[in-house]
């Protein structure tokens, strides 16, 4: 992990700041305490920001890179959730209960990130009004998609699945592993193989 220079910090806080512009309105005390609490670190590919047993300390947002949270049953990789630029991710269940956690948080590409304690974000949500705001509506975002993404599961085929991601998201076929793709929805890599020959037949 790196660090990143406090000289040029407010230049890896711009797309954060975009997107809070983006759902609320920010002055310029808002738009500080972005600077002030959000620290910028780096990772290479394959590091690990969470593993079971730990605690997830930190909440990300993703400026550059892609990251999964993944879980092993039987040794074999279940993939949760990925993300992407412009996102938020953690092992949620352990940020917000402070328990131990039962994922990994794993960085798939190098990546650039912004990242903040779950006490100082529980401390911005209670002492600033903009945030309480935002962070309700990511909140709800995180609700809609996960209940989205559950129905999707049981009630699509893998196709569907497959086809549902590279059209909301063809970047990951550029930067996610296939296997971590098939593992998000719930195929083995060869099966994701057959899915992917007959689409492009």
């Given at each position: 992990?790196?660090?990143?220079?406090?000289?040029?910090?407010?230049?890896?806080?711009?797309k954060l700041l975009s997107l809070l512009e983006s759902l609320v309105r920010l002055d310029a005390s808002d738009k500080e305490m972005v600077i002030q609490y959000f620290e910028p670190v780096q990772y290479k590919a394959g590091e690990l920001l969470?593993?079971?047993?730990?605690?997830?300390?930190?909440?990300?947002?993703?400026?550059?890179?892609?990251?999964?949270?993944?879980?092993?049953?039987?040794?074999?990789?279940?993939?949760?959730?990925?993300?992407?630029?412009?996102?938020?991710?953690?092992?949620?269940?352990?940020?917000?209960?402070?328990?131990?956690?039962?994922?990994?948080?794993?960085?798939?590409?190098?990546?650039?990130?912004?990242?903040?304690?779950?006490?100082?974000?529980?401390?911005?949500?209670?002492?600033?009004?903009?945030?309480?705001?935002?962070?309700?509506?990511?909140?709800?975002?995180?609700?809609?998609?996960?209940?989205?993404?559950?129905?999707?599961?049981?009630?699509?085929?893998?196709?569907?699945?497959?086809?549902?991601?590279?059209?909301?998201?063809?970047?990951?076929?550029?930067?996610?592993?296939?296997?971590?793709?098939?593992?998000?929805?719930?195929?083995?890599?060869?099966?994701?193989?057959?899915?992917?020959?007959?689409?492009?037949?």
């Amino acid at each position: 992990m790196r660090y990143v220079r406090v000289g040029i910090m407010q230049n890896h806080h711009q797309k954060l700041l975009s997107l809070l512009e983006s759902l609320v309105r920010l002055d310029a005390s808002d738009k500080e305490m972005v600077i002030q609490y959000f620290e910028p670190v780096q990772y290479k590919a394959g590091e690990l920001l969470v593993k079971p047993g730990g605690i997830a300390h930190y909440m990300y947002f993703i400026n550059e890179g892609y990251l999964r949270t993944y879980s092993l049953a039987d040794a074999t990789e279940i993939t949760h959730h990925i993300n992407c630029p412009m996102g938020f991710i953690t092992a949620y269940s352990s940020y917000t209960t402070r328990q131990p956690s039962v994922e990994y948080l794993h960085c798939i590409t190098d990546c650039e990130l912004l990242r903040i304690a779950s006490e100082q974000l529980t401390a911005l949500f209670q002492q600033n009004a903009a945030w309480a705001e935002a962070g309700r509506i990511i909140n709800e975002r995180v609700v809609t998609y996960n209940e989205k993404r559950s129905r999707d599961l049981v009630g699509k085929t893998a196709e569907q699945r497959y086809r549902d991601v590279i059209e909301s998201h063809p970047d990951y076929l550029q930067n996610v592993p296939l296997q971590y793709i098939a593992s998000f929805i719930g195929v083995k890599p060869e099966s994701l193989s057959r899915i992917r020959r007959g689409i492009m037949k």
